[in-house]
């Protein structure tokens, strides 16, 4: 938590967080939301609620790193398909888990049946006697080690189907299983942000958490972030940031679509941009309804 | 089935209101030729052209569509209201404190400074409808205040005080260079003076893309669409470029945006294409991405026009959550 480092790992120019402690931390101590982009196992096939990892933007892994909150780290390993010494290994300890699973669940299902012995013997008693009075012969004995017997003998073996299976999270495990080469895990330097455009946003980003925002990403509403009064999951987002180049050109065209995006969801158009001092500057567009704005005079007169 | 293009949506006023028959207009002229197209004359003032006959504004509006009415929304029908429709329009405000906890209130006064951004040099330069809106309604408001303010009308008098010296209102019809230069261009029915001086074609094109470096590119695709018979309009309302009307504005819903874009630029980066999609959704238009494809590597220019192509690309959002009910066969099988 906050004693052991946050440790980020960078896989196709991606920066993930694996632990679900840490993502936790980002979280609620450092207002850095992210995205789940994983698999949740227990609910597959689906792309509404994901699972770990958590997908970091690159302005906010920049931010972590730039303020030493985050180490970031990356497997040289994971670039290339694995080899044939590391499939081994892992089919090995698939196979493993497989075995001790498998009696580990005859074991249970055996304590369970003797627990239950004395049940079981009545019940089998009672169908004895069921079927001795419709033959009309009589039931024979049963005692209760041959009635537990038989039921256990009965006992399904465990297939690969129902077998549970673990999903490596956390690459702290590898350590034990060498499956990966931990060697190859090292700390590495990220050149970003490099682009005119990547710098702006990275400094805006850098500014408006410092002002005390939740920031996520914007792609859904056509910006760069929507910026949050609080956490995304109590509340809705206020502004649509589009950060843009001090000396650039801002069409009509652009106006007109990021300002009738955020009418139609609520929200506002936050123009930001960092002139020459470094400084970040933030406009907003205001759509001023003629109609309304002729009802407010009229009210006023 | 719902990824074809979006058929034309006609309007519930299409049943009474008369589609005229559409410019250019035949007329047996003196001279020996028997027919030629009837000229209507413009003035181009300060980047804008203007029709300011009233005759001449009505057959430009009614019989295709051409223009804006310069006090109203569309149709010019400022002698009808009599109310300056004193535009909707975007503002730019500065925030002076931005922070969660004081969120920037609806319709606030916050600061009036443009500003850094530079925005009023662009939307002059890039626009004429736009700044026109801006100039056009300022100017209005300042008349028509005085006009309003000397005429009073008294309801249980039934006596009303007109002050003749007021300053008329009059409407005027503005087109954009793509228009002005089409109706030139192709059927040569309109005449546009610059203090006096009937400009060439020529003289119009270099004209236009002094003004907008887009406008050869724009007006490729608007000379595309009118030929095919859509009516053409301003579709800066939508964030496009253009937008695609059957028949007319009263006849029939927009149909399509089209966002026009040279074959060989890159184009819009790929989040502000997402918002132009949204857009589009949201209004329940299509939008459609005119490319250009040109022969030459430089400037479009005049002579250019007939050797440039025309690629239509359709873009609609697909969601996996939609097409999920007709892949359940499928899922079953692999189950």
Known sequence: MATSKVFLYMQHDTVFCWNADDILYLRKELRIVGQLEGCLASLPRQLNLCGRPLRLMNEEAHFLLKNNYCELLSCSDLASPPTKQSADNFKEIQNRAFEEQRLLVKEEKMQQILRAGEKILEGKRRKLNKEAAKSGNEPPPLTLEQAVDEEIRRIPELTQANALVQIFTDIKLFSEHPVLDCEKLAPISWDYPSSENDKIRATVYGDLWAKGFYITGGEKFGGDFLVYPGDPVRFHAKYIAICLPFEGLLTPFQIAVHARVAVSVNKKVLLCTVNSDSRVIYKYLEWLDAKREKMSQETIK | ?335
Not at chain 2, 142 to 160: A, R
Request: hydrophobic share 30%.
């Open chain 2, 1 to 335: 089935m719902s990824d074809i293009l979006p058929p034309p949506k006609e309007k519930a006023s299409n049943k009474w209101t008369k589609l005229h028959p559409q410019l250019p207009i035949l007329e047996e002229t003196q001279t020996g030729a028997k027919y030629c197209f009837v000229k209507l004359s413009a003035v181009y003032h300060g980047g804008r052209v203007i029709i300011e006959d009233q005759d001449n504004i009505d057959t430009l509006f009614y019989k295709g569509y051409f223009g804006k009415g310069t006090l109203s929304r569309g149709e010019p029908s400022y002698d009808k209201t009599k109310e300056a429709y004193t535009s909707s329009r975007y503002e730019f405000k500065e925030v002076t404190d931005l922070n969660p906890y004081n969120p920037i209130p609806d319709n606030g006064k916050e600061g009036e400074a443009y500003g850094d951004l530079n925005i009023d040099r662009i939307i002059s330069k890039n626009t004429s409808i736009l700044s026109a809106l801006v100039t056009s309604s300022d100017k209005i408001k300042e008349s028509s205040n005085s006009y309003e303010d000397t005429q009073h009308v008294d309801f249980d008098q039934g006596e009303t005080f007109f002050d003749d010296n007021a300053p008329k209102v009059t409407e005027t019809l503005e087109l954009m260079p793509e228009e002005a230069f089409f109706l030139k261009y192709s059927f040569n029915c309109l005449d546009v003076y610059d203090h006096n001086e009937n400009l060439s074609i020529k003289c119009l094109w270099d004209l236009f893309s002094e003004q907008d470096p887009r406008f050869p590119l724009r007006y490729v695709a608007y000379h595309y669409y009118r030929s095919k018979g859509w009516v053409v309009k301003s579709g800066l309302i939508f964030g496009g470029d253009f937008a695609l009307y059957k028949d007319g504005p009263p006849h029939y819903h927009s149909t399509y945006i089209i966002l026009v874009k040279d074959a060989d630029d890159q184009g819009l980066s790929w989040i502000e294409l997402s918002a132009h999609v949204r857009v589009s959704e949201t209004i329940a238009k299509a939008l459609i991405i005119c490319e250009i494809v040109r022969k030459e590597d430089r400037n479009l220019s005049l002579s250019e026009l007939r050797d440039c192509q025309v690629r239509e690309l359709f873009i609609k959002r697909w969601m996996p959550s939609k097409h999920n009910s007709e892949d359940s066969g499928h899922e079953d099988a692999v189950r």
